[in-house]
């Protein structure tokens, strides 16, 4: 079975960096062609995805928030980390980890993710 | 960046109804193109991927279909667990480019 759950603080102050832990089981990050991506949702918005992890490390941003991502992943303990830097009250939001493959027809497709972590940013 | 226009952004209807919900990109995205279910606190559930292939395990009343900018997504006969936000997403550029629809409410009438 598949699982993804994410992990991180509740609250975090502006300026402060975020860092959220997506630890997973029942597939292996080193497998050719998985990836892991991060996606976040604003209280009562739309889905926003931020980053992508490959199995080959290859690392993906979202355009408009790259300067303050980092992604990367430690496949020895099934994780992947996310830091966001400079927290801001606007970047509240649940935010997921989300599987994906890099081949054939469902290559972009998110088929299993975490149940989400809910993330204020309030001083 | 390739932009996802879904319409309506909300809607009323009722049990046994049948739905349909439109996603339009910005430029053509082939047959990239996934849907997303999501219930209130709880994360997105993967539906159809590839426009019109359904996810395993998804009831047959779910279909999809469209190719290049224009897309939809059907259910054929509303059931009460299908009051739901309903999310396309496209993957044509992929990686990176994945963006999401702003979403469609389908609420009780």
């Known amino acids: 079975q598949v699982t993804l759950r994410e992990s991180g603080p509740a609250l975090v102050k502006p300026t402060q960096t975020l860092t959220l832990t997506c630890t997973f089981s029942g597939f292996s990050l080193s497998t050719s062609g998985m990836c892991v991506s991060w996606v976040r949702q604003p209280p009562g918005k739309a889905l926003e995805w931020l980053a992508l992890i490959d199995w080959d490390d290859d690392k993906y941003y979202s355009t408009s928030l790259k300067t303050r991502l980092t992604i990367s992943k430690d496949t020895s303990k099934n994780q992947v980390v996310l830091t966001m830097t400079n927290m801001d009250p606007v970047d509240t939001a649940t935010y997921y980890c989300?599987?994906?493959?890099?081949?054939?027809?469902?290559?972009?497709?998110?088929?299993?993710w975490g149940q989400g972590t809910m993330v204020t940013v309030s001083s | 960046a390739i932009r996802m226009t879904q319409s309506p952004s909300s809607f009323s209807a009722s049990t046994g109804d049948r739905v349909t919900i439109t996603c339009r990109a910005s430029?053509?995205?082939?047959?990239?193109l996934a849907w997303y279910q999501q219930k209130p606190g709880k994360a997105p559930k993967l539906l159809i991927y590839a426009a019109s292939t359904l996810q395993s395990g998804v009831p047959s009343r779910f279909s999809g279909s469209g190719s290049g900018t224009d897309f939809t997504l059907t259910i054929s006969c509303l059931q009460s667990e299908d009051f739901a936000t309903y999310y396309c997403?496209?993957?044509?550029?992929?990686?990176?480019?994945?963006?999401f629809g702003g979403g469609t409410k389908v609420e009780i009438k």
């Open positions: 997403q496209q993957y044509y550029s992929y990686p990176p480019g994945l963006t």
């Open positions: 989300a599987r994906s493959g890099i081949y054939g027809v469902t290559r972009g497709a998110f088929d299993i």
């Open positions: 430029q053509g995205i082939s047959s990239y």
